[in-house]
């Protein structure tokens, strides 16, 4: 019988209008950009510059930092020259709660620094107040010629809205389930907050718009009901993923199947770092969410089998993690000399049921013999067996190959 095609490529990214977030185009035909924030008081100029240029060196395109009370707001001006002497160029976004109308209005240097504001319009004030205080942030944007992300987050969502949205529920004959409410109240609070800003003036093209959530089938279900209800640029993220794995797994899964669906524009992985923990993996797990997705390429990929019981030696998981040390470590110049470097798949395999045909859908890959094994390692490039290693140097020697490999 004819095989049936099956669906497994992403489908087309959905036609968003683009932004230009300080030089970073976002939506439209660009690339997915990532994007990250820092965790330090901006107040402190000194902490934050230094995580502002780990970030952008990590390969975060945007960085967004907290611009809460007057101390913040004075040292951003200060910190986007730090960057600029340092030659980071990362563009800044300025991240406004409660008072950011204020903020903005008292600080004019702030405001012509940062590249993007953004509003969360669950707390920009209170009942009356809240439409003018935010119709200010984006008179502000108009004046500075600026982008604004309006970014809805469940946890701060309007509550006036989420009431008059459940008592008309409570009117219905058959009420939607709660939780249908409050989806439909963060879609609406984005949507009434883009038209407001489009009425006050600021153009589409000025527009991106966030909703976001911590439960991962809310996110989904709220990302692709807005993205069919409006071309704004989307920035998505699930918010508070959580620490480690928990926090790694649910924003992949979450975002694994939004981009797919082509919705996302640019994304940020809300990871909980570990105390003292290293603020650029949120970066590197949102590269490579892209990256194994097929969307971005960014760094060269290892490719390693699990191991098993064919295999009793760590000689392979030891070579992998030391190849993709070796890769990490060396990238910055390999993307210099090299451009299109980032392209390369290397695989390290454990014994001969997977090795040599992995190996020979990698661009270099070795395949480190198993237990019950000759011991000798096949090292394919581009698909053709080159070299068979022995002995004790078999790591140093696939080391070696891997840095020719590139050099060629
Ligand atoms: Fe086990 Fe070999 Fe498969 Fe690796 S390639 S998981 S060692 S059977």
Redesign the pocket.
């Known amino acids: 019988a004819p095989l049936e095609p099956v669906l497994v490529d992403p489908l087309p990214r959905r036609g968003t209008v683009a932004v230009d977030v300080g030089g970073v185009l976002v939506g439209g035909a660009a690339p997915v950009v990532v994007q990250s924030m820092t965790n330090t008081d901006t107040a402190d100029v000194d902490g934050t510059v230094r995580q502002v240029a780990d970030l952008a060196r990590a390969g975060s395109e945007i960085v967004r930092i907290t611009v809460d009370r007057d101390e913040a707001a004075a040292a951003v001006p200060r910190i986007r020259e730090r960057l600029d002497r340092l030659g980071v160029t990362v563009p800044l976004v300025g991240d406004f709660h409660y008072i950011g109308h204020k903020l903005l209005a008292d600080h004019p240097a702030c405001a012509a620094a940062l590249a993007k504001y953004r509003i969360n319009p669950g707390n920009v004030g209170f009942k009356d107040k809240k439409d003018r205080q935010f119709v200010e942030i984006v008179e502000m944007a108009i004046r500075h010629d600026k982008p604004v992300r309006i970014g809805v987050n469940w946890g701060s969502l309007d509550q006036e809205l989420l009431t008059r949205l459940m008592d008309a529920n409570s009117a219905l004959a058959s009420p939607l389930p709660a939780r249908d409410v409050m989806r439909e109240a963060i879609v609406q609070s984005a949507l009434h907050s883009a038209a407001l800003a489009e009425e006050t003036g600021l153009a589409r093209e000025r527009i991106i718009l966030s909703a976001k959530v911590s439960n991962v089938q809310d996110l989904i279900a709220v990302y692709r009901d807005l993205s069919r209800r409006t071309d704004h640029c989307i920035h998505l993220g699930l918010t508070e993923a959580g620490m480690g794995s928990k926090g790694i797994v649910a924003s992949a899964a979450a975002m694994g199947i939004l981009l797919q669906e082509g919705i996302g524009d640019t994304i940020r992985v809300s990871l909980t770092p570990e105390p003292g923990g290293d603020r650029t993996r949120e970066v590197q797990v949102a590269q490579e969410i892209l990256q194994t997705m097929g969307f971005r390429q960014f760094i060269p990929i290892v490719a390693a089998?699990?191991?098993?019981g064919?295999?009793t030696s760590t000689l392979f998981q030891q070579l992998a993690e030391t190849i993709q040390t070796d890769i990490r470590t060396n990238m910055p110049l390999w993307r210099e000399r090299y451009p299109g470097v980032e392209a390369m798949t290397v695989a390290v395999?454990?014994?001969i049921?997977?090795?040599p045909g992995e190996s020979k859908h990698a661009d270099i890959g070795i395949s480190l013999p198993?237990t019950a094994e000759v011991p000798s390692a096949p090292v394919y490039m581009d698909g053709v067996k080159v070299a068979t290693l022995r002995g004790a140097r078999i790591a140093e020697d696939f080391h070696e190959m891997v840095r020719q490999y590139i050099d060629r």
Do not use: D, F, K
């Open positions: 089998c699990p191991g098993c064919r295999t395999m454990g014994c049921v997977n090795g198993g």
